[in-house]
């Protein structure tokens, strides 16, 4: 089993659009959460960090269930600007705090 | 925010050869990782870069193969050594600051071995 699962997509959804992302992490110990944005041929890049108590920058809205071990991803009002791989990330441990990357969720905006 | 810089951003090499990647950060950054990015797929640790000490390597990941050095905290190379096919990947440094969740990723190496 993955460390991290995702939907790949691709979610293909009109401007304007409301789409969710989810994830899975198996490692129960795992302590930081994160979405991370991939553009076509770019590096990723941090998008926003996820808390227990769920947080919203903007369009986005990120939320993390401890317990069923799940992180989610809201986008309201889709832009073409948002079409990106967007990807689950955790931390594993504390101490290195090197970060395992989900493969990965596709979204086209289209007009 | 850190500015990650690899050079060669991409390299066709001959079987059999080696690569050095090199990484340079225009900060101080206290952790440094190395990533590679097989096509359509997401991205894999290959190791921690200590400085001035021997890298930390994932499973599936060895010194011989992989070996890493990072003699100061802003700087980190990365050698492929004795290419195959199977090494064709996108190579990404990247950095960030013990205790904060973001890492900054440098653009990228694409390395083709034919």
């Known amino acids: 089993r993955k460390e991290v699962e995702q939907d790949p997509g691709p979610f293909n959804v009109p401007e304007g659009a409301t789409v969710a992302f989810n994830c899975t992490y198996s490692?129960?110990?795992?302590?930081?959460f994160f979405w991370y944005r991939q553009d076509c041929r770019k590096e990723p890049k941090l998008l926003m960090s996820v808390y227990s108590s769920g947080n919203e920058d903007g369009r986005f809205t990120a939320q993390l269930n401890r317990a069923s071990q799940y992180i989610s991803l809201l986008i309201r009002d889709s832009k073409l600007s948002d079409s990106a791989t967007y990807l689950c990330v955790v931390t594993r441990d504390t101490g290195r705090r090197a970060l395992t990357f989900g493969s990965g969720t596709r979204l086209q905006v289209q007009p | 925010s850190a500015v990650i810089s690899q050079k060669p951003s991409r390299d066709i090499c001959q079987r059999g050869t080696s690569l050095t990647i090199q990484c340079q950060v225009d900060?101080?950054?206290?952790?440094m990782f190395w990533y590679r990015q097989q096509p359509g797929q997401s991205l894999t640790l290959i190791a921690t870069?200590?400085?001035?000490?021997?890298?930390?390597?994932e499973s599936g990941f060895v010194i011989d193969k992989f070996p890493i050095s990072r003699p100061n905290l802003t700087f980190s190379t990365l050698t492929v050594s004795n290419m195959s096919p199977e090494d064709s990947s996108i190579y990404l440094c990247?950095?960030?600051?013990?205790?904060?969740?973001?890492?900054?990723f440098g653009e990228g190496s694409r390395l083709t071995v034919l």
């Open positions: 990247s950095g960030g600051v013990a205790n904060t969740g973001e890492l900054f």
């Open positions: 490692n129960s110990a795992s302590q930081s």
């Open positions: 870069a200590n400085q001035g000490s021997e890298a930390t390597y």
């Open positions: 900060s101080q950054v206290t952790m």
